[in-house]
């Protein structure tokens, strides 16, 4: 009886050893290749739920159903205008087929090294065939910036010339020539974009040098127009300032002229009145003669007769 037991619990274990080495469960982000001695077995498993396969002689191949990233390398590539820049691109992709990826690149460090050759390999060409401009701007659209630092039509085609083609179409032309080599492999490219594109060293201080030269450049415009400007002002108020002294000089003058009028009226009319005011003008215009005549430091040689003298005279005398 007891031997009976122990053959029904070694039976038991291994149903239960061949059960478990035999079922597997797929969830909802994977998918299944069942290969028999290293070679593929019916079709892909791509439902999720418990699956089974023959146990020892099978075995369960898991991919991913999610989307894969691809980065990579950044390389030194020439443009069509013999300029050397680095390209770093990155790309998304999923596995579409995996028995055919499976078949084609075993494992998705396979694919990641596929897919190294098959996308540098198009970038180049792409960016072999172009010209800087075209890979580094997407449309025609100037910045306002841009367009208040311009003077004419040429200097902002210079600036920034226009373009035919642009990144985002480079970056197409790149995905479906690449899709095509891919899809072989079990493989769909859903995007692929520039990460970064830079200069070379050896360029990239030269085209720092000539923005410098360029943002010099019109800071030096910006500092004339100022400049003249400011003359403009300074010129303006130094004819406006002269008017007013010129205006203020002039009133000043008419006013004097009818004090001095004024004054020779009445002293005409004070001389006119008798022989005493006549005197009496005389000898004050005299004083005011001698006033602005004489210093402490003059010396005078006149005549007695003179009439610039008489009241001197007769000061003397008395």
């Known amino acids: 009886m007891n031997r009976n037991k122990l053959i029904l619990a070694i039976v038991g274990v291994v149903v239960l050893i061949i059960f478990f080495s035999s079922a597997f469960i797929v969830n909802e982000m994977q998918q299944v290749v069942i290969t028999q001695f290293g070679d593929p077995v019916g079709d892909p498993i791509t439902e999720p739920g418990i699956h089974f396969k023959l146990p020892i002689i099978q075995d369960a191949h898991v991919f991913e159903k999610r989307f894969l990233e691809w980065d990579g390398d950044a390389n030194q590539v020439p443009t069509s205008d013999k300029r050397f820049i680095w390209v770093d691109t990155y790309a ?39 010209e800087l401009v075209e890979i580094v701007r997407s449309n025609n659209r100037t910045p306002e910036a841009v367009l208040d630092t311009v003077e004419s039509a040429d200097d902002l085609g210079e600036v920034f ?44 201080q ?11 450049r ?23 300032l002269k ?59 006149l005549s007695t007769e003179s009439d610039f003298y008489k009241y001197l005279e007769r000061q003397s005398g008395r």
């Not at 030269?206 to 010099?216: P, S, V």
């Not at 002229?257 to 020779?264: Q, V």
Request: aromatic content about 10%.
């Open 161 to 204: 010339p226009t373009i035919k083609i642009g990144r985002d179409s480079i970056t197409r032309q790149i995905l479906n020539k690449s899709s095509t080599v891919t899809r072989e492999l079990g493989i769909e490219l859903l995007d692929l974009r520039f990460k970064r594109i830079n200069y070379v060293d050896e360029v990239q």
């Open 243 to 301: 008017e007013i002294q010129s205006e203020a000089y002039r009133k000043a003058e008419e006013i004097k002229g009818k004090a001095d009028a004024e004054a020779t009226t009445i002293y005409a009319r004070a001389y006119n009145r008798s022989a005493k005011s006549r005197e009496f003008y005389s000898f004050m215009k005299s004083l005011e003669t001698y006033k602005t005549t004489f210093t402490d430091n003059d010396w005078l040689i």
């Open 206 to 216: 030269k085209i720092y040098d000539r923005m410098i030269t360029e943002r010099k």
């Open 218 to 240: 019109i800071a030096d415009k910006y500092r004339s127009e100022g400049q003249g400007e400011a003359s403009k002002i300074l010129g303006n108020k130094e004819r406006d």
């Open 92 to 130: 998304r992709w999923r596995i579409s087929d995996p028995l055919l990826f499976f078949q084609r690149v075993r494992d998705e460090r396979g694919a990641q090294a596929r897919l190294d050759d098959i996308l540098d390999g198009e970038t180049r060409n792409a960016i072999a065939n172009h």
